[in-house]
């Protein structure tokens, strides 16, 4: 009898231990803040209700500031990165940053920029390290290629394009020529959104060291035909293609996950760390 | 060997005890949430982050305004049937619509809500009528003032309304364009608007001598009628009746059967969870919640919340300044 009963406080402890609550306080957590009408809200409930709703981000996006403020310390940089955004995002407002930071919930641009913009900021540029680092690399991994395309509905019209398109500027004239059916694809990775079948021919695209036609005329999803002209295979506008591999999702939280792995990234709040595995499974081990 | 049985399991329970314990990690005194190399992240640091943003401050008002709400109206088991009824509905139609696909289909346009499946609708919807009745008391509360500013801002008017139903509204059967032609001639005798509803109209409003209650700007007859009856519908003055809109899917006529004042307060009289006077006015729950006599024990929590519930009737009163 009395060994159920200590299984009993076992399992009752154990159940107290795994459940949805926070195990951190904040200080003096039971400060009432309202009352009245009753209802009795403390900090730590007010805490707690700001952890449901922005903990994980919050915490993720912190840790990955402060993880840029050891791997990206060139101001310059910073300032440059965060003046070029700044016109980036005013322009959606004519110009007006303040219009579009109200268009985001913030009051004033000031907190706009302290709270969301610089912190990007910083972890733009810390992705951009990596990138650079691992430039190589990463143009496999992500099947990174630069491609114009025309589409057309027959096998044959492919073909005689793919003999047509002896350079460049013939491809170039036959897509002035093709109109809404030719398009500059630029930049894409593996996660970017195209025709299952195109799709499929980046591993082998990203391979190509030289610039031209591709030999086969694609048949893609739709029954149509994509015929492919790679161009600047020798990655010259690093730039473009880091910003291209930053922009990538996929991209994006492997380097997150590197950089957590890298400052041995640690969360003692259980449910603040499930959260945080909600966003994705792999920021914590 | 019993005292070894027992042994361990009091050591299982000290160790489950201090695992409790040990999950909360302090530096200094404060709990810290997450931690890299040399670096640990603080709870207070963390809170006090996201309570100086203005969205750390609307998020006060809104878990304060739940707590209200939770508190001071618990859900009841009407409320319980009324959530089960709209669930129940909801599968049935998905069910006549997709048949064996119903619950895909239904499951992905909840995941587009944000929902993981039908219970968490449930929930949500549970406090959506828990929220009504929230409103509903403060509107019962302040009756006149309310539908004063409702009668003013929503333009109510009681309506009603006939449709000639046409296949192709722009190549009318003979059939249809007798119909439509004889429907005209009515209109212009003695017979009533109601009555002609009654004989010949097409929409369901018929068994109601084709009256649709009161209209006003928070009614939604653009997605049923189309957007020209949508529009005629609040322009007709009292006594007015249209000549025939061409709709999507026939002709309409209708008739604007009163806006008076006296007689649209005492349709409204009898405030439910479906009653315009709730709804016609998104910031109302802002009002509501100002009638609830709160007592702040600290003054940033105190300003953090009259600074949304400001910002938040200034954005009314420009609205209505823009709209007028």
Redesign the interface.
Known sequence: M??IG??L??SG??V??SSSDY?????DSG?????????S?T?Q???E???D???AN??IS??LV??ADKEVTDETQINTLLEQRKKDYAEYYDGDLTKYAQSL???TED?YIE?ALLPDVKQELLRKKYIEDNFDELLTTYQISRFKKITVDKESTALSLIKEATSEDKFDELMDEYGTDAEDADIVTKNSTLDENLTKKLEEFSKVTKDGVYSEAIKLSDDNYAVVYLYDTAHEDKDEYIDAISADDDAKTDIEKYY?KK????????K?KEAIKDISEDYIE | MKRK??SA??L??VL??S??SA???KENG????????E?N?L??D??N???T????K???FS??LD??IK??FPVTDDMEENADDIVESIETNYQSQYGDEAEEQLLSQLAMGGYDDIEAYREDLISVLQQAEFIKKYVKDNFDEVFDDYYTQATPRVLSLIKVSAEDVDNLTTEEQEKLDEVKKLLNTDKSFGDIASSYSDDSSSSANGNLGIVDTTTDLTSTYGDEVGEKALSLKQGEVSSAIKGSDGYYFLQCESTDKETIKKELETVDVDSPLLSYDEYIVYFAFQS???????ET??EA?QEVVDEALKAREEERKNNS
Not at chain 1, 31 to 39: C, D
Not at chain 2, 292 to 298: I, P, Q, S, V
């Open positions: 009395k060994k200590l299984l406080l076992c402890l154990l107290a231990c195990t951190s306080k904040v200080s400060t009432t803040l309202v009352s009245g009408e009753n209802i809200v900090k409930d007010y805490f209700y700001l952890l709703y922005y903990g919050k915490i912190d840790t402060a993880i919930g913030f009051k907190e709270n957590l400052y041995n990234f640690n969360v003692y709040d259980e603040l | 049985q027992l399991l009091v299982a329970g489950l005890l695992g409790c999950s909360g990690t404060k709990y810290v949430l997450s931690s890299i190399d670096k992240i709870a207070d963390v809170y982050d996201l309570a943003t203005t969205s750390g609307t998020s006060l878990y304060v707590q209200l508190e001071n609830y006599d709160l007592k702040y024990n600290d929590a105190k919340i």
